[in-house]
């Protein structure tokens, strides 16, 4: 059938579903959706936070700028029918701001966040005429799409951009939550370092938490006092303290030597202090762009319900952020050439040191 003809007969189809709509209840309406997508005219999409908050500067600001521009690319409006956002003050949330989003009728509901899997997976298998995404996790369930993303490679380049400007071969790493996905920024970051130079010591600090900005100024505190002048925190929310220790210390003294790798987003703006800046580089970890892919496909009609989707550096779902001209062209080069290999599938990065 021609697109033309085949644009008339759903048109017709539409509209008699429309005159018969009317005539129902409101039960009929609600069961009348459909779980294979939208359109532009009534796809809707929304998303839960994990604890780290939406405006963590990092991991879920990524997701949800990644929602607002999809709903801005389509003609949607914020809010009910078009997309928005529930923000989790404790994992007792998730559950409840799942399931309101379901009551409010949004065609997508994404779950930001490994620690949100039990959640999704009881409410998916409940709701089965939901679609649901996790982002981190994996949820065996045919309406929930899972997203992986290979942080140990944008890790590893990570690793080789502070082995490279280190300058008192003391490195730091970061962590909040102990859970395999911050294992393969950890084991990633590792492998970067040793590869440029076996000697650096890299100092590993898990704190527990993504929403505690004071743990991770105090673990960066201890970091810089023992003579680690480069730290790489995948801690969300927990990170902010890691800048905040090192623009207190450059504000103090402006020869300060002490640098910070973001991660998720470009965490530049987060390091001005005056005229200086301590953000080093930061490792993106593109969950905008999954959220926009996963979006499209189901509006399409084409969710990939009850698949692992994984994007790494081969199709750009991870790397590192322009510096800014604080690390040096030659640094650059070295580091596109890590870059090229594990691209290549010449390096393979570990998912963990353990």
């Known amino acids: 059938m021609s697109k033309r003809k085949?644009?008339?007969?759903?048109?017709?189809?539409?509209?008699?579903?429309?005159?018969?709509?009317?005539?129902?209840?409101?039960?009929?309406?609600?069961?009348?959706?459909?779980?294979?997508?939208?359109?532009?005219?009534?796809?809707?999409?929304?998303?839960?936070?994990?604890?780290?908050?939406?405006?963590?500067?990092?991991?879920?600001?990524?997701?949800?700028?990644?929602?607002?521009?999809?709903?801005?690319?389509?003609?949607?409006?914020?809010?009910?029918?078009?997309?928005?956002?529930?923000?989790?003050?404790?994992?007792?949330?998730?559950?409840?701001?799942?399931?309101?989003?379901?009551?409010?009728?949004?065609?997508?509901?994404?779950?930001?966040?490994?620690?949100?899997?039990?959640?999704?997976?009881?409410?998916?298998?409940?709701?089965?005429?939901?679609?649901?995404?996790?982002?981190?996790?994996?949820?065996?369930?045919?309406?929930?799409?899972?997203?992986?993303?290979?942080?140990?490679?944008?890790?590893?380049?990570?690793?080789?951009?502070?082995?490279?400007?280190?300058?008192?071969?003391?490195?730091?790493?970061?962590?909040?939550?102990d859970i395999p996905v911050i294992n393969r920024f950890e084991a990633g970051f590792v492998e970067g370092v040793a590869a440029v130079n076996p000697n650096i010591k890299v100092d590993v600090k898990y704190t527990g938490f993504f929403d505690k900005a004071e743990l991770g100024k105090a673990e960066a505190a201890r970091m810089y006092s023992s003579g680690v002048d480069i730290i790489f925190h995948a801690a969300g929310g927990t990170g902010n303290g890691v800048f905040s220790e090192a623009k207190e210390r450059k504000q103090a003294d402006k020869n300060a030597n002490v640098w910070v790798i973001g991660v998720d987003s470009d965490q530049y703006d987060e390091g001005q202090v005056g005229s200086d800046n301590v953000t080093l580089t930061s490792m993106l970890k593109r969950v905008d762009v999954a959220v926009q892919d996963i979006s499209a496909l189901a509006k399409e009609g084409k969710f990939p319900g009850g698949e692992t989707k994984v994007y790494g550096l081969h199709d750009d779902g991870i790397k590192l952020a322009d510096s800014r001209g604080a690390i040096p062209e030659d640094v650059l080069k070295q580091i596109d050439e890590y870059a090229q290999k594990i691209a290549d599938g010449e390096i393979v990065v570990s998912e963990s040191l353990k």
Not at 60 to 86: C, H, M, R, V
Not at 135 to 153: C, H, R, Y
């Open 6 to 177: 085949y644009g008339l007969a759903l048109s017709l189809v539409l509209a008699a579903g429309t005159l018969l709509g009317a005539c129902g209840t409101d039960k009929d309406k609600k069961d009348s959706t459909s779980s294979k997508g939208g359109n532009e005219s009534n796809f809707s999409v929304a998303m839960v936070t994990d604890v780290g908050g939406v405006d963590d500067k990092s991991f879920n600001q990524s997701a949800w700028e990644g929602i607002q521009k999809f709903g801005k690319d389509n003609g949607l409006a914020e809010g009910d029918g078009g997309y928005t956002y529930l923000q989790s003050k404790g994992e007792a949330d998730y559950t409840t701001n799942l399931n309101a989003l379901v009551r409010r009728d949004f065609n997508l509901v994404f779950g930001v966040g490994f620690m949100m899997e039990e959640a999704i997976g009881t409410i998916a298998s409940q709701q089965t005429d939901k679609q649901f995404a996790i982002i981190d996790g994996v949820v065996d369930e045919p309406n929930v799409a899972s997203i992986l993303f290979k942080e140990q490679e944008g890790a590893f380049l990570a690793g080789v951009a502070a082995a490279l400007m280190t300058k008192t071969d003391k490195i730091g790493f970061v962590g909040g939550v």
